[in-house]
């Protein structure tokens, strides 16, 4: 790792910025820490690690940014976040349906009645958001209907992202075409986006049963040859496995083996219920898994039960975290679900669980190298992006110290975010997202929340009685709340 900025004393023009006097949690291979440390920002990359008063030397008249005080991380990385339609409508799909109930009598219709305006406000809401838990990375796992107006949020947000239009050809499947014309749309997501130097395409099949091996192969064939990666969902729960059997086929992750479409290009969502031989194919293809451990609690799929996620990344298999979608994992909050992987993990009582510095590397420079991003982020290093965390050490959470990575991820660490850079963008600074007005954002979400469940007719039904003032002030209750016994029962 270079430390100093001996490379650029020829040409003393300013840096773009110095972050100065940082403990730097670099995530480099030696996982080395650099306390009392400055960062040099130029162009967007890091161009120097090493003290302050060497690099003021080496980019005299830098602006600065006083890191006293502050652990500075890399950018999290949360490999599979959907951002339409759930967000306007977040923790609103009830807590005791099934999984499939909910994406059937709820997600589906949700998606088929969201505007373009719908999307793209969703996607800045979802972007803002994640920015201010420090992830800089988000991977949109496919979208429905207006991939480049989700594109246009993530972009105004500043969030570095990858973004698809779902794909899918089954013929009972609702928004279903032919692979033809599926690949088609997938082309022109990918083409639109060329050259963005944040928000790019990626090939998004919606994966399950509802994928012709036409089309999954078709889908591998056009990442292959436009140089991009893919992903699709894949056995979250047991139907999965079941849909395969019944249509004569072999298990899922078998069956894309057999036809050809494993491989490093691929991150698969999900994955959780595999057999041996399934967790033998994604190592041995080098294919990608985003573990989402937040959705499959929500949505009672069985990762307690079934999850082999430990197991493939022991076995040198590449595994990130996700956080999947607002009315499944209810928030993009990566730091939380790297804690209930580690937790879940260890609970079930697998054989050599990850430890905290494996599972903050899940979120970080493995997660980042997982998704194909490995060479631009997830660490802290000279020539990578500046995609950076500063955390505020000096609030309770961090009071007293204690080891660094088990306080990371077992902590609070997620709400101690003060400033975040993407790309050597300054996005959020002390607490405040900078790049988009936050009031009018949540002003806007809450209309388009009204109108859009009226458009698909869902009536949220409340859990609780809302209760006036004027009415609940005129009811004589003893503490606690209770009624007295003269006013009866609570209406």
């Not at 406000?121 to 429905?144: D, F, H």
């Not at 991939?147 to 279903?176: E, S």
């Not at 993407?422 to 002003?443: C, F, K, N, S, Y």
Request: charged share 20%; proline share 8%.
């Amino acid at each position: 790792m270079t430390t100093t900025a001996t490379a650029h004393t020829a040409d003393p023009r300013p840096a773009d910025l110095l972050i100065v006097d940082a403990e730097i949690v670099t995530m480099a291979p030696d996982r080395a820490l650099v306390p009392g440390g400055t960062i040099a920002v130029i162009d967007g990359r890091i161009a120097a690690i090493g003290p302050a008063a060497t690099l003021r030397a080496a980019y005299p008249g830098s602006p600065e940014l006083d890191a006293t005080g502050c652990v500075v991380v890399p950018g999290l990385v949360n490999a599979h976040q959907h951002t339409t339609a759930d967000p306007l409508v977040r923790s609103s799909i009830p807590d005791d349906v099934p999984a499939q109930q909910a994406i059937f009598d709820w997600i589906v219709p949700l998606h088929a009645a969201v505007t373009g305006d719908d999307d793209e406000l969703s996607a800045t809401l979802t972007a803002v958001e994640s920015l201010s838990y420090g992830v800089t990375t988000l991977l949109e796992p496919g979208t429905v209907a207006h991939p480049l107006r989700v594109a246009a949020g993530l972009r105004t947000a500043g969030i570095r992202a990858r973004v698809g239009g779902w794909g899918w050809d089954a013929d009972d499947a609702p928004y279903a075409m032919p692979a033809a014309d599926t690949l088609a749309v997938q082309a022109e997501t990918v083409a639109a986006l060329a050259g963005d130097p944040l928000v790019t395409g990626w090939i998004t099949l919606v994966g399950h049963d509802l994928v012709s091996d036409a089309l999954f192969t078709g889908a591998a064939d056009l990442a292959e040859r436009l140089d991009v990666p893919m992903t699709w969902h894949l056995s979250p729960g047991p139907e999965d496995a079941a849909a395969f059997a019944a249509a004569g086929r072999a298990r899922p992750v078998r069956h894309l083996r057999d036809l050809g479409v494993l491989g490093p290009r691929l991150l698969l969502g999900h994955a959780v219920w595999l057999d041996d031989a399934e967790v033998d194919a994604l190592v041995e293809t080098g294919t990608a898994v985003a573990s989402c451990p937040g959705a499959y609690l929500r949505l009672g799929q069985g990762f307690t039960r079934a999850g082999r996620h430990t197991a493939l990344r022991r076995a040198g298999g590449r595994l990130a975290l996700g956080c999947d979608s607002h009315n499944a994992g209810d928030t993009p909050d990566l730091w939380r679900a790297a804690r209930l992987f580690a937790g879940l993990e260890r609970d079930r009582g697998v054989p050599d669980p990850l430890r905290a510095d494996e599972v903050f590397a899940l979120a970080t420079v493995d997660g980042a190298a997982a998704v194909g991003l490995g060479a631009l982020t997830g660490s802290i290093e000279v020539g990578k992006a500046a995609d950076l965390v500063l955390l505020d050490t000096r609030t309770i959470p961090w009071t007293p110290r204690g080891d660094l990575p088990t306080q990371l991820v077992w902590g609070a660490a997620g709400h101690t975010v003060r400033d975040v850079l993407v790309d050597g963008r300054l996005v959020v600074r002390d607490r405040r997202v900078t790049t988009v007005d936050v009031d009018a954002l949540r002003e806007e979400a809450a209309q388009r929340r009204a109108a859009l469940l009226r458009r698909v007719g869902i009536d949220i039904p409340p859990r609780w009685p809302t209760v006036p003032a004027t009415e609940f002030s005129a009811r004589r209750s003893v503490p606690g709340g209770a009624p007295t016994p003269r006013e009866g029962k609570a209406p």
